[in-house]
């Protein structure tokens, strides 16, 4: 009678922890941008497309490859990650080993004497081994164990996330070094050109033709280019700081290719962002993962309102049997079982119930704003880098018209037939052109780093 009871008892219980889902796996809701995500992720990887080719494919320049190569073995940020990781498996481990029994050993001796005639000190010992064994009947170590995983692969991406960004930050690093070097080279050039053109007014004051006005402006706008270089020089000494950070190595004067072409990417993008772009993005999947442990903690914080049973044996090696004290010893063994029943905590089941509800709740949201934001990312790196690749030729057509109106002044001038504001002008206007070209040059660059990235790219 007593065993029907109890099995009238565990049907009813595990009729209610069904209906409470504690042992159903995590699943995405099916409307919205999270649920054409949840279609999206199993499908197969396009292994052609942008963010899943291999970095080395994108950045082919040999020394940026170097340098990413010493950022990605070196960078602390992405040991830090790493150690992130292997504390998540640590973690795994033992939420996996929460199944198995807990065993210990804990020998102990102790002698007594009576202070009577005749009496002698007494040694009692005993040699026990001792085993405890919950039984996962309602699913709190399952649970453990699913949540552990989910935060194992949620290290594991925010580790991809982490490596992309430093590929992105290097690359970005040595665009903005061999901009800053042609623009260094482009305003030493123009100041030799300039200091020319003020001893050449100052040769047609002294024939007449100019004024001491025409020479005080040349020799301002000579001062003016002289005094951008320090400023060009700084940004040099601190591009090369912000790559000895990025590689974890002494600050050094780090050489590049200044002849390199802005980086351009084909994404093959045609209107939209279709969801296979984004779901690879390794923050897309922290948040999903985050979603997924939230999940298996609520279901721990269901089953705290269920009983949990417990076997546990002993067993060992003693002198003491009941109220005798036997040599030589004798083996014993005991065996046991508890169930506790949670009927009053104060709450606190209660509460944890409820913060975990809210925690999932929040942890959904934030996985769904993620897939948002990396759609409008994606959407805004692809329309950047196309603008910008589009603005290149007519920038590069603005320079060589203007360096033509500089050297036709400049003839004109010898035959007074172009005054000296005409030429001033001229200058001005070409050293302009050169920056935005520059400019341009680094803005394509940086947009094509920046929607590789966005596509999840740094594999």
Request: charged share 15%; net charge neutral.
């Amino acid at each position: 009678m007593k065993y029907i009871k109890l099995a009238v008892i565990a049907v009813v219980l595990a009729t209610a922890m069904s209906s409470c889902h504690i042992y159903s796996n995590y699943s995405l809701p099916e409307e919205g941008v999270v649920g054409e995500y949840a279609q999206i992720k199993n499908e197969p990887v396009d292994s052609t497309m942008l963010g899943n080719l291999d970095w080395k494919q994108i950045f082919t320049d040999p020394t940026l490859q170097s340098y990413i190569e010493r950022a990605l073995e070196n960078n602390i940020d992405l040991q830090n990650a790493k150690l992130n990781v292997d504390i998540a498996q640590a973690q795994l481990l033992g939420a996996k080993l929460s199944y198995l029994p807990s065993l210990a050993l804990a020998p102990n001796g102790a002698g007594s004497k009576y202070f009577i005639d005749g009496a002698s000190l007494t040694w009692t010992y005993q040699l026990p081994l001792a085993a405890s064994w919950e039984i996962d009947i309602f699913g709190k170590t399952l649970n453990a164990k699913r949540k552990a995983k989910q935060s194992l692969l949620q290290s594991e991406a925010y580790r991809q996330a982490v490596r992309s960004q430093i590929i992105g930050a290097v690359a970005n690093t040595y665009y903005a070094l061999v901009t800053l070097n042609k623009q260094y080279a482009i305003f030493k050039q123009t100041a030799e050109n300039w200091r020319e053109s003020v001893e050449m007014m100052k040769q047609m004051k002294e024939a007449g033709r100019y004024n001491e006005v025409a020479v005080v402006q040349s020799q301002a706008n000579y001062c003016s280019v002289q005094a951008t270089i320090p400023a060009i020089e700084m940004s040099i000494h601190e591009a090369n700081n912000t790559m000895s950070l990025l590689l974890n190595e002494k600050m050094t004067v780090w050489p590049v290719n200044n002849e390199a072409e802005p980086l351009v990417v084909t994404a093959g993008i045609d209107g939209g962002i279709p969801m296979k772009y984004v779901a690879s993005r390794p923050d897309v999947a922290a948040a999903e993962h985050s979603f997924a442990a939230a999940y298996y903690q609520t279901n721990m914080a269901r089953s705290g309102f269920y009983p949990s049973l417990v076997l546990s044996a002993q067993g060992g090696f003693t002198n003491i049997v009941g109220d005798m004290i036997m040599n030589p010893g004798k083996w014993f063994i005991n065996l046991a079982g508890s169930l506790t029943m949670p009927l009053f905590a104060r709450g606190q089941n209660i509460q944890n119930l409820k913060v975990s509800k809210a925690a999932q709740e929040q942890a959904l949201n934030k996985f769904q704003y993620t897939v948002l934001n990396a759609c409008a990312e994606v959407s805004n790196a692809y329309v950047t880098m196309t603008k910008t690749a589009q603005q290149r030729t007519y920038y590069t057509e603005q320079v060589a018209n203007l360096a033509k109106a500089v050297e036709y002044n400049q003839d004109l001038q010898k035959y007074a037939t172009a005054t000296y504001l005409e030429v001033l002008t001229a200058q001005t206007q070409l050293l302009a052109a050169q920056q935005q070209m520059l400019n341009n040059e680094l803005a394509i660059s940086q947009a094509s780093i920046n929607l590789y990235q966005s596509l999840g790219g740094g594999r």
